[in-house]
C-alpha cells in the first residue's frame, strides 16, 4: 500500500482543554492527533454535503413528484402482510 502525498496543512486555534480533548480521544482510538482530526472533520464535512445536496428536476417532474406526495397513503396488502409476519427471518435479534 503507497502513501498518499499530503501536500497542504491547516491552521487553526483552538483552547486548550478543547484540544486536550481531542488528544484524549485520539489516543483512546489508537490514531495520531492529526489522523483523528481529519477523520472527524471529513466525515462532519460529508454530513454536512450531504444535508445540502441539491436535486434539480424539471418543473413537470417536480409537479409529478408534488401531486403523488400529496395523495392520501394507501395500504399496500403484500407489504402489509409482510410487516405482520413473525417469521424468525424477520424478526431482529436484540
Not at 10 to 33: F, P, Q, W
Not at 39 to 56: G, I, N, P, V
Request: proline residues 2%; glycine residues 2%; negative net charge.
Amino acid at each position: 500500500m503507497t502513501a498518499v502525498k499530503k501536500a497542504s496543512n491547516i491552521n487553526v486555534r483552538i483552547a486548550s482543554d478543547e484540544l486536550a480533548l481531542i488528544k484524549r480521544a485520539a489516543e483512546a482510538s489508537g490514531k495520531s492527533l492529526s489522523s483523528f482530526v481529519i477523520e472527524a472533520a471529513t466525515a462532519s464535512a460529508e454530513k454536512e454535503l450531504m444535508d445540502q445536496r441539491f436535486l434539480h428536476l424539471d418543473a413537470a417532474l417536480f409537479d409529478s413528484v408534488a401531486e403523488t406526495l400529496a395523495q392520501p397513503a394507501r395500504v399496500h396488502p403484500e407489504l402489509a402482510a409482510l410487516l405482520r409476519d413473525d417469521s424468525q427471518w424477520a424478526t431482529s435479534k436484540r
